[in-house]
C-alpha cells in the first residue's frame, strides 16, 4: 500500500474516500460526514474528529475482545465500534479581546508592556481537533491537557523540561529531523554501520552499531550510553527507577540507559537472577513511552482548539492506531509475572477485569516440581499455556485488562496467539494493523520461544508497522510524517532478551532491528558447559565439513551411518547385562525421524533393539521405553532436545551418550551428561572408566560451540587440523 498522501491537520484532502455511511469492519461509522461537519452531527464519527470523546471519560464499554480463557478471535465489527462525543467544550474565542489588543496604541521606546490578564470571553464553536484514543482520562490530572499560553509553553511544557540532548523520546519520535532520518535510513540499506565498543567489565562486552550519514548529525553524545540519572523520565516513574537502581550492578544500568535513548538491544544473557530485573526495567520503559506520548498528544490538542488559525498549525503526534508496545512470551505464566511488575510501576487505583485475568492466566493447580531443575520451574510452573493474547489499556488511575486490541496501549502474547489472531495472508479475514503502530517490540525469553514454532515469530516481525489497510478512524492530519512515509519499522526500538543467543535470534538482529538510532549486542564471555561437569568423563569432540550449507543435513548423516554407528553396532553386540546403555540425542525432530527409519530398516542395524522419546510420543510409549532402556532390552535409545525441554525425564541405565547434534540450550548438555549419565555411574550401574561423551559438529555450530568447550576453546576446534578432539 502505497504512503498516505500528506496534508494540513483537519483538510478533508488527507483521507482515503467515504467507505459509506453503513459500519463496515472495524472503526465505527465511516464517511458519515467529512471536513468540519463533525460539528454539526456530534453524533457520528468521521476521519476529522476522530475517537474523540469528553476529556477524562472512558469510551463507552463493548464487550471484550477475548473470551474468558483469552483464545476467542479479535473482535468483531460490531465489537470495535466506536461512538462518537459532542465537541461542546471547544476552548473559547476571544474576539472582543483581541479587537482591543490590535487597537492599543504602541508603547514609547524603553517602557515595559504591561501583563494582560486573562479575561473570560463567551464560548463559540468552533471546528477542534478531538483527543485520539491517548487523550482518555487526562482529566483526571488538573495539569494534564490543561491550555498552555504560549508565554508559559516554555516553562510548563513536560517536553523540554530537561537538556534536549538527553530528551531521546523527543530526538527519536516526537521531534526527528527528517533530513537526519532520510540519510540514516540510506545508511541502513547500503549496510554503512559504524561499529563502537561500550566499555563493560569482563566477562560483558557491548558492541554498538548505528548508520554513519555523510554529514555531521548532532553531537557525539548519542553515540554513547548517557547517565540514566541524566535521562527523562515522568516524574511518577522516577521513584521506581531509584529503587530499581539503587542496587543494580553495571549491565543493568547500561540496559536502562539503552532502553531510554530507544537503541535496539539484543542481550542473549538473560538468567534467573536477572529475570525479575529485567521486567521491572521493561515496565519502566513502556510505561513511560505511554505517558509521554499522552502528554505531547494532549498539549498538542489544547494548542488546536485555543488556536484560531488551526488550518495552518500541523502539530503531528500520533500513529495510524493506538496500540504503541508489543510484548512476546512463551506462556500466560510469564504473562502474569509481566502484567504485575507493570501495575506495581503504575500504581493504579483500578484495575478493571482483574479478577477475569485472575482466574484465565493465574489461577491453575500447581503441579509437583519439585524434582525438576530451577529453570524447567520457572518456565513451567504455574499455567504453562502457550495460546493467549491480552490487551492492556493504560489511564492516569486505571489499568484495563481484556481491553480490545484498538483500544489497547500495550498487546501482550504468545506468538502462537497472536499469529491466530492476523490470521493468513490469504485469508479475508487477516487483520495486522493493530501492529501498524507499535513503536517498542519486547520479547522474552526467547530461548523458550525457540522450542516453539519460530515461524510465528519471524511471521509477526514480517507485518509489523505496515500501512493500514483500513483507516480505523484515524486523524491524518495528526499522523507522524515517517508513518505516512513508511517508514516506521526504522524508529521502531525492538529489545530481545534471552538465555543465549541462536541463529534465529541473531537473523532478527540482521534482517528486522534497523533502528536508525543504532543497536547494541550484549555479549557474555563462556566458560564451558563441559568445564562445570561433576563427572570426570573422555569428551570427545567431532568435526565433519560440509561444502553447501544447504546440505550440511546430508553430510551429517553421513557422517553419523559412517563413523559413528558402527562403532555402537560393536558395543550393542557386546552388551551383557544390559549396563551398556547408548543414548543418542538429537536436536532437530527431522534428523529424529530420519536416524530412526535407518536404524528399523538398514540391514546393518537389524540386530540392534531401540527405543524412541520425541516430544511426540504418547505417555504410555514414553513409559515403555524408558522401561526397555534400563532392563537393557532397548541398547539404544533416541531422545529429541524438544522432548527434554517439555518434559526433563530421568532417563536411567545411560553408560554412553551420543550428540548427533550440540543442544542449543548448554544446561541440557550438564543435565544430561552429569545427570543421566553420571547419576548411572555414581549408582555403580556403569563402568566410569567405559563411560563416554561424543559429540558431532559443523562450522554451522558456532554458537553452540562456543557454550558448550568455552569462549577461548571453540575457534581452535573450528580451525585446528584433524576432526577429532577428545577431553577429559
Known amino acids: 500500500m502505497a504512503p498516505f498522501r500528506r496534508g494540513k491537520s483537519g483538510s478533508r484532502n488527507n483521507f482515503p474516500p467515504p467507505r459509506g455511511a453503513s459500519s463496515r469492519g472495524r472503526g465505527g461509522l465511516r464517511g458519515a460526514s467529512r471536513g468540519r461537519s463533525a460539528t454539526k452531527h456530534p453524533s457520528k464519527s468521521s476521519f476529522h474528529a476522530s475517537r474523540v470523546y469528553e476529556l477524562g471519560d472512558d469510551p463507552p464499554a463493548s464487550s471484550d475482545s477475548i473470551s474468558d480463557t483469552g483464545d476467542a478471535k479479535l473482535p468483531s465489527s460490531e465489537d470495535l465500534s466506536l461512538e462518537g462525543s459532542s465537541d461542546s467544550d471547544a476552548a473559547p474565542e476571544k474576539p472582543y479581546i483581541f479587537l482591543l489588543q490590535t487597537l492599543n496604541p504602541r508603547l514609547p521606546d524603553g517602557e515595559p508592556r504591561k501583563k494582560r490578564r486573562r479575561v473570560d470571553s463567551v464560548a463559540t464553536s468552533k471546528p477542534t481537533h478531538g483527543p485520539r484514543l491517548e487523550d482518555l482520562d487526562s482529566a483526571e490530572d488538573p495539569t494534564e491537557g490543561a491550555s498552555v499560553s504560549e508565554e508559559d509553553s516554555a516553562d510548563n511544557s513536560d517536553i523540554v523540561s530537561i537538556a534536549e540532548k538527553h530528551d531521546f523520546f523527543s530526538q527519536h519520535f516526537a521531534e526527528p529531523d527528517e533530513g537526519e532520518i532520510l540519510d540514516k535510513i540510506r545508511a541502513l540499506e547500503k549496510n554503512h554501520l559504524k561499529a563502537e565498543k561500550i566499555v563493560a567489565r569482563s566477562p560483558w562486552s557491548l558492541t554498538l552499531r548505528r548508520p554513519i550519514v555523510s554529514r555531521e548529525v548532532g553531537d557525539d553524545s548519542h553515540g554513547t550510553l548517557p547517565e540514566v540519572r541524566d535521562l527523562k523520565l515522568k516524574p511518577k516513574l522516577e521513584g521506581v527507577a531509584t529503587r530499581l537502581l539503587s542496587n543494580a550492578n553495571e549491565i543493568s544500568t547500561q540496559l536502562t ?43 498538542n490538542t489544547a494548542k488546536l482548539s485555543k488556536s484560531s488559525d488551526y488550518e495552518d498549525l500541523e502539530l503531528r503526534d500520533q500513529g495510524f492506531t493506538r496500540p504503541k508496545i508489543l510484548i512476546l512470551l512463551p506462556t500466560r505464566q510469564s504473562c502474569v509475572k509481566i502484567v504485575d511488575a507493570i501495575v506495581s510501576a503504575s500504581e493504579p487505583q483500578q484495575q478493571e477485569n482483574r479478577k477475569r485475568f485472575q482466574d484465565s492466566f493465574a489461577n491453575v493447580e500447581e503441579e509437583l516440581l519439585a524434582d525438576k531443575p530451577e529453570d524447567f520451574r520457572d518456565l513451567f510452573a504455574g499455567n504453562d499455556d502457550d495460546m493467549f493474547r491480552l490487551g492492556l489499556r493504560i489511564t492516569r488511575k486505571t489499568v484495563k485488562f481484556f481491553s480490545q486490541f484498538y483500544d489497547s496501549d500495550i498487546i501482550i502474547a504468545s506468538p502462537l496467539g497472536l499469529r491466530t489472531a492476523i490470521g493468513t495472508d490469504t485469508s479475508q479475514k487477516a487483520d495486522s494493523d493493530f501492529l501498524s503502530s507499535i513503536e517498542i517490540v519486547v520479547m522474552d525469553q526467547s530461548e523458550a520461544l525457540i522450542m516453539q514454532n519460530w515461524e510465528h515469530v519471524d511471521y509477526i516481525f514480517e507485518h509489523l508497522n505496515l500501512q493500514p489497510k483500513e483507516a480505523h478512524d484515524c486523524d491524518f492530519g495528526r499522523v507522524r510524517s515517517w508513518y505516512l512515509d513508511g517508514h516506521a519499522k526504522y524508529l521502531r526500538q525492538t529489545i530481545l532478551f534471552s538465555a543465549f543467543n541462536f541463529p534465529a535470534l ?28 561433576a563427572l570426570p ?57 530420519r536416524v530412526r527409519n535407518h536404524l528399523a530398516t538398514s540391514s546393518t542395524t537389524h540386530n540392534i533393539s531401540f527405543g524412541s522419546i520425541s516430544e511426540y510420543t504418547p505417555v504410555k510409549d514414553v513409559a515403555r521405553a524408558r522401561s526397555h532402556f534400563l532392563t537393557g532390552r532397548h541398547s539404544m535409545l533416541l531422545y529429541t532436545e524438544r522432548a527434554h525441554h517439555f518434559r526433563r525425564y530421568h532417563l536411567k541405565g545411560v553408560a554412553k551418550v551420543i550428540f548427533y547434534g550440540l543442544p542449543e540450550n548448554p544446561l541440557f548438555y550438564s543435565e544430561i551428561v552429569s545427570g543421566y549419565l553420571g547419576s548411572n555411574v555414581s549408582d555403580a550401574n556403569a563402568d566410569h572408566r567405559h563411560a563416554s561423551v561424543r559429540s558431532l559438529f559443523s562450522q554451522l555450530d558456532l554458537m553452540k560451540l562456543e557454550r558448550i568447550v568455552g569462549t577461548q576453546r571453540y575457534l581452535s576446534l573450528l580451525s585446528e587440523k584433524g576432526d577429532t578432539f577428545d577431553f577429559v
Open 257 to 299: 540507559a539503552s532502553m531510554l535513548s530507544y537503541y535496539d538491544i539484543l542481550f542473549p544473557a538473560r538468567s534467573l537472577d536477572s529475570a525479575d530485573t529485567l521486567r521491572k526495567l521493561i515496565s519502566l520503559h513502556v510505561l513511560n513511552h505511554i505517558n509521554r506520548t499522552r502528554d505531547r498528544v494532549l498539549k
Open 506 to 533: 541473531n537473523r532478527l538482529y540482521t534482517q528486522h532491528m534497523l533502528n536508525i538510532a543504532g543497536k547494541i549486542k550484549i555479549a557474555k564471555a563462556h566458560e564451558g558447559a563441559m568445564v562445570e561437569l
Open 537 to 593: 568423563v573422555n569428551q570427545t569432540f567431532c568435526r565433519f565439513d560440509f561444502i553447501d550449507p544447504t546440505s550440511e543435513p546430508d553430510n551429517r548423516f553421513s557422517y553419523f551411518a559412517t563413523a559413528i554407528l558402527p562403532s555402537l553396532i560393536k558395543t550393542s553386540s557386546q552388551n551383557v547385562g544390559g549396563r551398556q546403555g547408548m543414548l543418542i540425542f538429537l536436536p532437530l525432530y527431522a534428523d529424529f525421524v
